[in-house]
């Protein structure tokens, strides 16, 4: 992932709890969103409208002076595989975006896929995922 206010990406993380899998790795859904849980820091925050960056830049007499993000992610993905379900939330597309409170705008870069279909999801999640 990365963030347009970040200064180095980062990796989604999938917790564990997950039943579905794709080409090996665990289906994330769009409530995936949780600040360290899911999207951990991107570096130091490039923009003053994050608290503790402003505060820094203010005390530098304005230079910017970037402070390590903690995400300010409060909101689901969007917009999501809505004809695809994921423990009861959409999946998680590349073309999703996650907002951060602080005006920052979070993509993926890389989703991790190196097949696509539905036919690389193992029996026993689309078992559950059919029910």
């Known amino acids: 992932m990365k963030c347009t206010f ?3 990406p980062a990796r989604l993380v999938v917790l564990p709890d997950r039943t579905v ?3 090996g790795q665990l289906m994330a859904n769009i409530m995936d969103y949780q600040p360290l849980a899911n999207i951990p820091s991107f570096g130091p925050c490039q923009t003053v409208t994050y608290p503790p960056t402003g505060t820094a830049t ?3 007499m304005g230079t910017l002076t970037p402070m390590p993000c903690i995400p300010g992610t409060t909101g689901p993905w969007i917009p999501g ?3 695809y379900l994921v423990q009861n939330a959409p999946a998680l597309l590349k ?3 996650c907002m951060c409170q602080w005006g920052g ?3 993926i870069e890389q989703d991790g896929q190196v097949a696509e279909g539905t036919q690389y999801v193992n029996k026993e999640s689309k078992q559950r995922f059919n029910k």
Do not use: N, Q, R, Y
Request: aromatic fraction near 6%; charge should be neutral; proline fraction near 0%.
């Open 6 to 8: 970040g200064s180095m």
């Open 21 to 23: 899998w794709l080409a």
């Open 58 to 60: 203010s005390e530098a």
């Open 81 to 83: 595989k809505t004809d």
């Open 95 to 97: 073309s999703c975006k």
């Open 105 to 107: 705008v979070i993509t």
